[in-house]
């Protein structure tokens, strides 16, 4: 029996994919979501940056703990927040790249927005109005997100 495993790559590029988990763009303050920042390319890619904003969270080569698999030409991060707060909206952003010359970084971004919970509460200018009387009800609700 004859096994095979065919993957293509074009020469020189890297290819970056971020992909979050759950998929959900807006997710509740205190949920958990992971990031993986993977960038494959033929040689083996020479740069992963994994970044919110401009605030570099990871980069491979230097103190990285990224995994690097030489066989499938890729690197691969995993970033896991397991307490989401209001903070950490903004975008997320996994860049690859090799150092050949001529070619540019690819880029991959995704959005995440942190709501809290959404607290109502309704007031009366009056406890007990009589028939006839005005007054007013005041509804306020607290929370969402920033």
Same mark, same amino acid.
Do not use: R, W
């Given at each position: 029996?004859?096994?095979?495993?065919?993957?293509?790559?074009?020469?020189?590029?890297?290819?970056?994919?971020?992909?979050?988990?759950?998929?959900?763009?807006?997710?509740?303050?205190?949920?958990?979501?992971?990031?993986?920042?993977?960038?494959?390319?033929?040689?083996?890619?020479?740069?992963?940056?994994?970044?919110?904003?401009?605030?570099?969270?990871?980069?491979?080569?230097?103190?990285?703990?990224?995994? *690097?698999?030489?066989? $499938?030409?890729? &690197? !691969?991060?995993?970033?896991?927040?397991? +307490?989401?707060?209001?903070?950490? #909206?903004?975008?997320?952003?996994?860049?690859?790249?090799?150092?050949?010359?001529?070619?540019?970084?690819?880029?991959?971004?995704?959005?995440?927005?942190? *709501?809290?919970?959404? $607290?109502?509460? &309704? !007031?009366?200018?009056?406890?007990?109005? +009589?028939?006839?009387?005005?007054? #007013?009800?005041?509804?306020?609700?607290?929370?969402?997100?920033?």
């Amino acid at each position: 029996m004859v096994m095979s495993k065919t993957t293509s790559f074009t020469v020189g590029n890297a290819d970056a994919t971020l992909t979050q988990a759950p998929v959900e763009s807006e997710l509740l303050k205190g949920s958990s979501v992971t990031f993986i920042c993977k960038v494959e390319g033929n040689p083996l890619p020479t740069k992963l940056i994994f970044k919110k904003g401009t605030q570099v969270l990871k980069s491979y080569p230097s103190g990285s703990d990224a995994d *690097v698999d030489k066989e $499938t030409y890729h &690197l !691969s991060y995993e970033h896991t927040f397991n +307490s989401l707060e209001l903070l950490n #909206t903004g975008d997320y952003t996994c860049e690859g790249e090799n150092d050949n010359s001529g070619t540019q970084p690819d880029i991959d971004t995704k959005t995440l927005t942190v *709501v809290s919970d959404v $607290t109502v509460s &309704l !007031s009366a200018s009056t406890d007990k109005p +009589s028939f006839g009387d005005a007054f #007013t009800i005041t509804c306020t609700a607290t929370g969402g997100s920033l």
